[in-house]
């Protein structure tokens, strides 16, 4: 069955500083990978898919086959930034997701 | 706005009485969605709904049913709740099947006394 970790359950940096939230995947074929992000007081929302090979608030995220990783990077950080990030994926071109346990993201100032 | 609605917000049972929480959604999608989330856990899928079609996954207790009487809306049951059902309950829909976004309602809190 597909695994979806999350090392860290809590990562803070200082405004401006760089971001890298790990997320690391079992699965044996082609998976599709998400992060979804969850700001106090508000829903669970998509913030990319590799498959998009975009840059969303400045965020990214490669795939990496080789390290079967999906880290969320950005380069300077921002106060609003502070919040929830989960990492998902989806198999077999279907539509059900699996989540890891969530890193809270907290940038002080 | 179109958007996933999740009623009630908070719910209080009583451990063995039945309680259904509700979603609706106004963004027309075909498939919707329940997933448990428990402190500190990973939101987990209970169930979908594509169409009329309901899908339960392998793991889910016969204790949580689901219904869909129309696209908009969609109920999640719970025939006798312990209290090891106290949780965040999502509800979310996506347009089709296949990896498409996922859009989630603000979720109903149960807690069961």
């Known amino acids: 069955a597909q695994r979806v970790t999350q090392p860290e359950k809590l990562l803070s940096v200082f405004k401006g500083a760089p971001v890298e939230l790990k997320c690391n995947y079992s699965?044996?074929?082609?998976?599709?990978l998400f992060w979804y992000v969850q700001y106090s007081r508000q829903r669970l929302q998509l913030l990319l898919r590799h498959i998009s090979r975009e840059s969303i608030k400045g965020f990214t995220a490669d795939l990496n086959k080789g390290e079967t990783s999906f880290h969320l990077k950005k380069p300077f950080a921002q106060e609003e930034d502070s919040a929830m990030y989960y990492c998902a994926l989806t198999t077999g071109g279907g539509n059900k997701l699996t989540f890891g346990t969530g890193t809270q993201l907290k940038v002080e100032l | 706005d179109a958007m996933v609605i999740q009623n009630p917000r908070y719910q209080v049972t009583q451990f063995g009485k039945p309680v259904t929480l509700s979603c609706s959604q106004t963004?027309?999608?075909?498939?919707m969605y329940w997933y448990q989330q428990k402190s500190s856990q990973a939101p987990k899928l209970l169930f979908h709904?594509?169409?009329?079609?309901?899908?339960n996954e392998a793991d889910t207790p016969d204790n949580f049913q689901s219904r869909r009487p129309n696209t908009s809306f969609c109920f999640l049951d719970i025939r006798s709740p312990g209290l090891g059902d106290a949780a965040m309950y999502l509800c979310?829909?996506?347009?089709?099947?296949?990896?498409?976004?996922?859009?989630f309602g603000p979720g109903t809190r149960l807690t069961v006394t």
């Open positions: 699965y044996s074929g082609s998976p599709e």
């Open positions: 963004l027309n999608h075909n498939v």
């Open positions: 709904y594509y169409d009329k079609d309901f899908n």
């Open positions: 979310a829909t996506s347009l089709d099947a296949g990896p498409y976004e996922q859009y």
